[in-house]
């Protein structure tokens, strides 16, 4: 079965800074990624998924990011965070074990902006 | 894309009690799963519920304590039997469209659940 695993379980940035929030997975043949984002006291929505094709995928809210097959990674990548984008990241890979199609979520990241 | 709703989106019960939960997509859908989220914690996938069929479940969990319902292809509810504190958790309610791993799933909002 597939995994992930997001390496940071919290990240803190000022506002308008850079932001990197790291994401592994498991090795496969073929691989199906999803980063979601998690509000307070909301549910999931998704931020961008890469299915094939460019390694660069661009998402929601100015979110991108960037698949590394030789690294088995798919980092999420913001160039400006707002205080708006607090809130906790799940990476998420597609596994099909058991016959049938679900996602594997990593632990999450809590991303925290501060003014 | 689809809008997901569920009810309650809280509740407070006692232990050894039962909570049903009803998730309502406003579009056919083929998939629909649930989720636990523990506090401060990540999803964990209970089961996925297929339309006319039984639902799947993940290792770890079983129908006994978490029984499922998907009458048609908007609906489902997954019920939380006889209830301990260790239950306290988000359960959340996913549909992906259309049953291929590239489908995105779309979630609702959760309820927000604490067994005293």
């Known amino acids: 079965a597939q995994s992930v695993t997001q390496l940071d379980s919290q990240v803190p940035v000022f506002e308008e800074a850079p932001v990197e929030l790291r994401c592994n997975y498991s090795?496969?043949?073929?691989?199906?990624l999803f980063w979601y984002v998690q509000y307070p006291n909301q549910g999931l929505q998704l931020l961008l998924k890469?299915?094939?094709?460019?390694?660069l995928v661009k998402g929601i809210n100015g979110f991108e990011a960037e698949f590394n097959k030789s690294q088995t990674s798919f980092h999420l990548r913001k160039p400006s965070v707002h205080i708006s984008d607090t809130a906790e990241y799940f990476c998420?890979?597609?596994?099909?074990?058991?016959?049938?199609?679900?996602?594997?979520f990593g632990a999450g990241t809590r991303l925290a902006v501060h003014p | 894309s689809a809008v997901i709703s569920q009810k309650p989106s809280r509740d407070i019960c006692q232990r050894g009690t039962s909570l049903t939960i009803q998730c309502q997509v406003d579009?056919?859908?083929?998939?629909m799963f649930w989720y636990r989220q523990q506090p401060g914690q990540s999803l964990t996938l209970i089961a996925t519920?297929?339309?006319?069929?039984?639902?799947?479940?993940e290792s770890g969990f079983v129908i006994d304590k978490f029984p499922i319902s998907r009458p048609n292809l908007t609906f489902s509810t997954l019920t939380v039997s006889n209830m301990s504190p260790e239950d306290s958790s988000i359960y959340l309610c996913?549909?992906?469209?259309?049953?291929?791993?590239?489908?995105?799933?779309?979630f609702g909002p959760g309820t927000r659940l604490t067994v005293l």
């Open positions: 996913s549909a992906g469209t259309g049953g291929k791993p590239t489908d995105t799933q779309y």
């Open positions: 090795s496969s043949v073929s691989v199906y």
């Open positions: 890469y299915l094939s094709g460019s390694t």
């Open positions: 998420a890979v597609s596994d099909r074990s058991g016959g049938y199609n679900k996602l594997i």
């Open positions: 579009s056919q859908v083929t998939m």
């Open positions: 519920a297929n339309q006319g069929s039984e639902a799947t479940y």
